[in-house]
């Protein structure tokens, strides 16, 4: 098979959570342009019908459905209805996130996300039930359909640099001044990401089903000058990350390019966890 075969991914079908966000978005467009039908669930339904009508402008396979990861009524009605689009699964990456942000739009609206002492537990609640809860649902509904399949399939957790380094909390400080802190929810649900991750994998041994981690860094979003400024300080390549330099990876570990790879993590971050 010549190298460029094993990134096609013509024939298959791929669902994407959080698919009208950032990454998601751009996950989704890397997957079609590989040649997946690509199936886009978004709790915000106008996001994910905006990214399917762009896809489909543009010649692709792609549907939009609305969806509330935390409900399992909801993800067992995503599932039906991706099937009855596509009539397969062969691919799942689970993107959708609850993640403080600090571009500037958050800032006007006053979203200065607090420190340890007093973080509220429903905040804390809300995010364990997205970020892990609600991947572990999805997962569970995907996986039966490929094993029903006998074609397995390729899952990949979206994690983060502050799954495996505490945050840096100096680079949330602008003129001497704290502006916020990265929350705690943030690096233990993305830790559990992992560990998700490692359990699949070991748990479908035997299975043609691999399931891997992408780890990407911080990715610029219209940040204020001061954020990117401390960040970019903290990586090798002096910079943040744009958003469509995670899709080389996701291609890799979506494709029969990383067939021989399950249970690992990605790490795309400009050299942030490596000093």
Not at 185 to 190: A, D, H, N
Not at 216 to 232: A, C, K, Q
Not at 234 to 244: F, K, P
Not at 256 to 268: E, H, K, P, Q, R
Request: net charge neutral; charged share 20%.
């Amino acid at each position: 098979m010549k190298i460029q075969d094993k990134f096609d991914l013509g024939g298959r079908t791929a669902l994407v959570t959080g698919g009208g966000g950032l990454l998601g978005s751009e996950f989704c467009r890397t997957l079609a342009e590989a040649g997946a039908r690509v199936a886009i669930a978004e709790i915000a339904a106008e996001a994910g019908r905006r990214v399917s009508a762009d896809l489909q402008k543009d010649g692709y396979a792609a549907e939009a459905f609305e969806c509330d990861i935390t409900a399992p009524a909801s993800v067992g009605e995503l599932l039906k209805n991706v099937l009855a689009a596509f009539g397969r699964l062969d691919i799942l990456v689970n993107c959708a996130a609850l993640d403080p942000k600090f571009d500037s739009q958050a800032m006007k609206k006053g979203i200065t996300p607090g420190g340890f002492e007093d973080y509220p537990l429903e905040q804390w609640n809300a995010a364990l039930n997205v970020n892990l809860t609600g991947m572990f649902l999805v997962t569970q509904a995907s996986v039966k359909p490929m094993l029903e399949q006998g074609r397995g399939g390729s899952i990949i957790n979206i994690c983060s640099t502050y799954g495996l380094n505490g945050p840096d909390q100096r680079i949330y400080v602008k003129d001497g001044q704290r502006v916020a802190f990265k929350p705690v929810y943030y690096s233990v649900t993305k830790a559990g990401v992992l560990g998700f991750t490692r359990y699949l994998a070991a748990y479908y041994a035997g299975t043609a089903i691999r399931v891997n981690a992408l780890t990407p860094g911080g990715v610029f979003n219209d940040h204020d000058e001061y954020f990117v400024r401390n960040y970019s300080a903290r990586t090798i390549l002096g910079r943040m990350a744009r958003a469509d330099e995670m899709s080389g990876a996701l291609l890799f570990l979506a494709s029969d390019a990383s067939s021989y790879m399950t249970g690992g993590n990605l790490v795309v971050d400009g050299g942030w966890t490596a000093w």
